[in-house]
T-cell receptor, first 116, second 110 residues
C-alpha cells in the first residue's frame, strides 16, 4: 500500500514565524503535490513537483515556497506565517503518468495549521 | 476556465437508504474522472476512477457513472452505513493538474 505521511497532524504557530510542513511518500512516486483545504472552497493546489529539485506553481503559491531535495520528500514552507494561512494542508503523491492524469493521487492525513 | 460543480452541497439520509451525488464538469482536455471519499480530519481516499470511454465503475456499495457527452457523473451509494458519513469529492483529469470539486458532505443517521 502507498503510504504518504505528514510530519504533524496539528500545528500552532504565531504570525511571522517560519513554518515547515514535511511530507514523505514510500512508493517512489515522481509526482508530489501540496494543497490547502478550506471549508466551502475545496482543495486548492499550492505547488507541485514532478521530479527532484523541480517545482511548479499551482493556483495559490503566494506566501509559500517548496523544496524537493529527495524524491520521497516534499516540503512546504511558509516564510512568514499569517493568520490567513490557517488551514488544512494536504500532501499527495502519484506515480508516473500523471501528465495524462490517468493516475490516482494518494493523500497524506493532513496537517491542520493554526496561525495566531 | 476548468470547473467541477457538485450537488448537493450537503445531504442527510437514514442508515440503509440509497443516495446519489452529482458532479458536472467543464474541463478540457478531459481524460478521466475520479471520486474520492474524505473522512473528517483525514486525507481523501480514491473510490473510483473512470476514463472517458467508461460509463460505470463499481467499488462495493459505491457505483460511479459517467456521461462524457453531457459532462456529468454521479456516485450512487447503496444501503448506506454510518461509516459512509464523509465528504465526497469529484475530480477530473486531462491536463497535468486535476480539477477538484468542492465536495458533497454526506451524513448518515442511525
Amino acid at each position: 500500500d502507498v503510504k504518504v505521511t505528514q510530519s504533524s497532524r496539528y500545528l500552532v504557530k504565531r504570525t511571522g514565524e517560519k513554518v515547515f510542513l514535511e511530507c514523505v511518500q514510500d512508493m517512489d512516486h515522481e509526482n508530489m503535490f501540496w494543497y490547502r483545504q478550506d471549508p466551502g472552497l475545496g482543495l486548492r493546489l499550492i505547488y507541485f513537483s514532478y521530479d527532484v529539485k523541480m517545482k511548479e506553481k499551482g493556483d495559490i503559491p503566494e506566501g509559500y515556497s517548496v523544496s524537493r531535495e529527495k524524491k520521497e520528500r516534499f516540503s512546504l514552507i511558509l516564510e512568514s506565517a499569517s493568520t490567513n494561512q490557517t488551514s488544512m494542508y494536504l500532501c499527495a503523491s502519484s506515480p508516473p503518468g500523471a501528465a495524462e492524469a490517468q493516475e490516482t493521487q494518494y493523500f497524506g492525513p493532513g496537517t491542520r495549521l493554526l496561525v495566531l | 476556465k476548468n470547473q467541477v460543480e457538485q450537488s448537493p452541497q450537503s445531504l442527510i439520509i437514514l442508515e440503509g437508504k440509497n443516495c446519489t451525488l452529482q458532479c458536472n464538469y467543464t474541463v478540457s482536455p478531459f481524460s478521466n474522472l475520479r471520486w474520492y471519499k474524505q473522512d473528517t480530519g483525514r486525507g481523501p481516499v480514491s473510490l473510483t476512477i473512470m476514463t472517458f470511454s467508461e460509463n460505470t465503475k463499481s467499488n462495493g456499495r459505491y457505483t460511479a457513472t459517467l456521461d462524457a457527452d453531457t459532462k456529468q457523473s454521479s456516485l450512487h451509494i447503496t444501503a448506506s452505513q454510518l461509516s459512509d458519513s464523509a465528504s465526497y469529492i469529484c475530480v477530473t483529469g486531462g491536463s497535468y493538474i486535476p480539477t477538484f470539486g468542492r465536495g458533497t458532505s454526506l451524513i448518515v443517521h442511525p
